[in-house]
């Protein structure tokens, strides 16, 4: 548009749209009455909440658009997804309202939303007329400035708490989960329950000790899910973390609130736990690099537990690079508190050579299967092919019941004395999983571990001499408002079997699906960690993907 082609702007006088539209200014070309109506329709709409009315307001099909600072929904039923989970706007009042008409049914509205709670939104939208009603067929939001984003930080500065001047990870930030002890605060656990209630800790955990020491500096303490006991990223106390690489997605979790920080450009690198999958499902649901590493490689203390015969410690990164250099420093010999007594963590390349596990394979949805099919293609084409051979994984169904119920009796072992003593305290699906933990009796847990040895001994045979490799989960991140069940049930079943055997396992951000991007799993032998990461690394270049994205 040129100021030729468009009359001058329309201001609107400040006053609180629901209870009346703001009075048209006289020396402009008012907004016609029918359009200036919707408007005013839509801001009680907005401002009550009512999803019937707001859903009836945008144009059906799906070429309607939705933006704002966390991107972009395309379509009538993604944008009403979103909004079902969004809740209400704080009260605001229409400080002004500028009108553009592109054709005698279309026109930009732009209008200046005042909180009452303080600072200033604005609201871009694009009107037609359709059979006879004025309907959004484009918009875009941009919020009032906010503190921090919630959902994301628990506590965040700039820094949060600054690191050693120098060393190999200066200038680099850390997004630690709320989990891990930092002198002066409290452990939150993703409850305010237990947050209000837990004391201040005495000492750093190690883990968080040591990247300091490097030179990286916290950038905050972020969000996890409740007790860690998830692998969504929800949290019904504190929201749901924004997926930094799908709108109106999961993040996964429960290191949701790191793997969003780092997705987000908040923080370079996630500090982080695994027992079930806690890294590798965000790490490939928001493209990212996540290394869980060997069992018992970083020390634990300083960590709230879930289960530990399977917690783990690792990081999220945007690139193999960084990744590579938070690996070198924390799990190499320079006698750092986290490695001191640790052997192996370096190690020799690890040979060329990928197993295809059939079974978790199976697990996979058709057009994940499909990307990394041709993902193998490539790579046997590729300048350096390596070779690729199908093994049996063994029946995932026995491992992941055996590897639940012992999960679950060690989870109830840690907090089932403070749930009993705070019953509603924590939301209905981790309670429920606790409340089935509760029932697990001591032979049920030692049946399981009986079956979960042979278990770990298939998994670590099998990458005695060649290294794994699977898509991380069963497809892309699911929509916030999608039914997670069955992809739940099918993404424990693959990321377990690392978990069991104590193996490292490293995600790698080399598919996308449907625009949204899958990692791709590697599982190497127990004490490789470093030298996974380098073949993540090479294996990522031979894709053409490149050690960065």
């Known amino acids: ?195 209000e209630q837990a004391r201040p800790e005495k000492a750093t955990a190690p883990a968080v000790a040591d990247l300091l020491r490097a030179g990286a500096s916290l950038r905050g303490i972020a969000r996890t899910d409740e007790f860690a006991y998830s692998i969504a990223g929800d949290n019904v106390h504190y929201g749901t973390p924004p997926n930094g690489a799908v709108v109106g997605a999961l993040p996964g979790g429960s290191s949701s609130g790191p793997a969003s920080a780092v997705a987000l450009g908040h923080a370079d690198i996630g500090l982080a736990t695994d027992t079930a999958g806690s890294i590798r499902v965000p790490a490939s649901y928001q493209g990212l690099w996540g290394l869980r590493t060997t069992h018992d490689l970083v020390p634990r203390q300083g960590m709230l537990p879930l289960a ?98 012992v999960q679950g009796a060690e989870a109830w072992r840690n907090d089932g004395e403070w749930l009993r003593a705070h019953p509603g305290a924590v939301g209905p699906a981790v309670a429920e999983r606790f409340e089935i933990a509760s029932r697990i009796t001591a032979a049920d847990e030692a049946a399981a571990r009986e079956h979960l040895e042979p278990i770990a001994a298939h998994f670590a045979e099998l990458v005695d001499g060649a290294v794994m490799i699977f898509p991380t989960v069963p497809g892309p991140a699911p929509q916030r408002t999608a039914d997670v069940d069955a992809v739940r049930a099918a993404t424990l079943r693959m990321t377990a079997p690392a978990a069991i055997a104590g193996l490292p396992a490293v995600s790698v951000p080399l598919l996308t699906v449907d625009g949204a991007p899958v990692g791709v799993c590697l599982v190497s032998r127990a004490g490789t960690d470093i030298a996974l990461v380098r073949l993540a690394r090479r294996l990522a270049e031979a894709a053409g993907a490149g050690v960065a994205r």
């Open 308 to 405: 530990q015969s399977f917690d783990t410690i690792g990081w999220l990164t945007r690139d193999g690079e960084t990744l590579q250099r938070v690996a070198d420093w924390c799990l190499s010999y320079d006698g750092s508190s986290s490695t001191e007594n640790v052997q192996g963590a370096s190690g020799e390349d690890l040979p060329w050579r990928f197993l295809v596990p059939e079974e978790i394979l199976a697990c996979v949805e058709p057009a994940t299967r499909e990307a990394f099919s041709r993902l193998l293609a490539g790579l046997s084409a590729s300048d350096d092919p390596p070779p690729f051979r199908a093994v049996s994984s063994g029946d995932l169904d026995a491992a992941f019941t055996a590897f639940r119920t």
């Open 1 to 195: 548009m040129t100021d030729a082609m468009t009359p001058p702007t329309e201001t609107a006088a400040a006053g609180s749209v629901p209870t009346g539209p703001a009075p048209e200014a006289s020396d402009t070309a008012p907004i016609p009455a029918d359009l200036r109506a919707a408007f005013d329709a839509y801001e009680r709409a907005i401002v009550a909440n009512d999803l019937d009315a707001l859903d009836a307001f945008f144009a059906p099909g799906p070429d309607t658009l939705r933006g704002d600072p966390a991107g972009l929904l395309v379509g009538h039923d993604a944008i009403s997804g979103f909004r079902s989970l969004r809740g209400g706007v704080p009260p605001r009042d229409i400080a002004e309202v500028h009108y553009r008409p592109l054709s005698p049914d279309a026109a930009l509205l732009m209008s200046v939303s005042r909180f009452h709670g303080g600072g200033r939104g604005l609201q871009t939208q694009v009107w037609q007329r359709l059979d006879g009603r004025w309907l959004i067929t484009a918009a875009h939001v941009a919020p009032r400035t906010p503190p921090l984003d919630r959902t994301i930080w628990r506590s965040v500065g700039d820094p949060f708490q600054q690191g050693a001047w120098e060393g190999p990870l200066a200038g680099l930030t850390v997004a630690v989960k709320d989990l891990f002890a930092i002198a002066g605060f409290r452990i939150g656990a993703g409850n305010p329950t237990y947050l």
